[in-house]
């Protein structure tokens, strides 16, 4: 039986490879420090033999007792709120956090995959980003913490790779959204789907003229799956080209919801990019993937899992104590 050690695991990606690896009859090792992953993604599989949890923060030296064939780092904030909130942590699970999941992966001779970002494009001059485009990233700015700790993270994955012949994936991840999104992570899925079952005015960011391109999750892991098991150590962008306003996306939440709630203005946030597609001919011809899901199937899905939620969970707007977890 193979093993896999997923990082991360109880974030909303985390929790779905979970799920996926499972599936797929391996033995899962998840692990996650729980600042912003939450145990009830991953509370389903506690039952399951083939299913082991580690409360760990990846970024302290990790032992992992036994054989492993997979290490997926998958572990970070993800979300601009949540950069601003533990910026420092950001940046640790993307520089130490992947040091040590190299080290653990040459000691065990495990296949190593790194979830990149579009991030890495920042506010890209380049439309749509292809994965030779070396991007627009502000080092000092407010996403700086996580741009960099996930360019630092692509760099050292590489050196790894030519430097001591470790077998190394990175998946460049663009906007993604389904079931087990934080509510209250400020992304704008979650944002504008509590607003709108909360009965709140919808909070553009700037005058909504951005772009983005939304990928339904079960999409992406079909990807990062195919991905994993291909010869490509080169970046590979996954993601649904499928792009549009943020001032379309809230009318399609409107209409979705139902809500007779309006829209309203907010300042946008420093280096928020202007636009964002994914170039995806690369995925295409070396894995034969392209997103299934579309716009409107993703959204019922998804809208159907928040509608699911307590209205305690609805009402929570900050869920985690960070302050609890955090040595500066
Ligand atoms: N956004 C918004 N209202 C919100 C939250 C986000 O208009 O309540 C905008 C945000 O400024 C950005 C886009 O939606 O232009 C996507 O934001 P998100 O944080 O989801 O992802 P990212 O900016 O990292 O792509």
């Not at 990846?58 to 910026?87: E, N, R, T």
């Not at 993604?176 to 979650?190: E, K, W």
């Not at 504008?192 to 939304?214: K, M, N, P, V, Y």
Request: net charge negative; with cysteine; aromatic share 10%.
């Amino acid at each position: 039986m193979k093993r896999v050690l997923i990082t991360g695991a109880a974030g909303f990606l985390g929790s779905h490879l979970c799920d996926r690896f499972i599936k797929d009859g391996y033995h899962v090792i998840a692990m996650d420090n729980l600042i912003t992953g939450r145990l009830k993604n991953i509370e389903h599989l506690f039952a399951h033999p083939h299913f082991e949890f580690y409360h760990h923060d990846v970024s302290k030296f990790i032992h992992v007792p036994g054989q492993l064939d997979y290490i997926l780092h998958f572990a970070s904030p993800a979300s601009p709120i949540d950069y601003l909130k533990i910026p420092i942590q950001t940046l640790k699970v993307g520089s130490l956090g992947i040091h040590n999941c190299l080290g653990l992966a040459k000691a065990k001779g495990a296949r190593l995959m790194i979830a990149s970002t579009s991030e890495v494009y920042g506010d890209p001059s380049v439309h749509p980003q292809p994965e030779s485009y070396w991007g627009n990233v502000n080092p000092v700015g407010p996403r700086g913490v996580y741009d960099e700790a996930k360019r630092f993270q692509e760099a050292i994955t590489m050196a790894y790779h030519t430097y001591h012949g470790l077998e190394t994936r990175i998946v460049r991840i663009f906007n993604t959204y389904g079931p087990r999104m934080r509510l209250n992570d400020g992304r704008v899925l979650p944002a504008f789907i509590g607003q709108a079952l909360r009965g709140e005015d919808l909070t553009i960011f700037g005058d909504g003229s951005q772009t983005r391109s939304f990928c339904y999750v079960d999409d992406l892991i079909e990807g990062i799956v195919r991905l994993l098991h291909s010869d490509c150590a080169d970046p590979v962008n996954i993601g649904n080209p499928d792009e549009i306003t943020i001032g379309q996306f809230a009318e399609e939440i409107i209409a979705l919801t139902g809500t007779s709630q309006k829209v309203i203005y907010k300042d946008l946030p420093v280096d928020d990019p202007k636009q964002r597609q994914p170039e995806i001919s690369k995925a295409r011809a070396l894995l034969g993937w392209e997103p299934q899901v579309d716009r409107k199937e993703g959204l019922k899905r998804t809208y159907a899992y928040f509608k699911s939620l307590s209205e305690e969970e609805l009402r929570q707007t900050d869920h985690n104590n960070f302050d609890q977890y955090i040595t500066k």
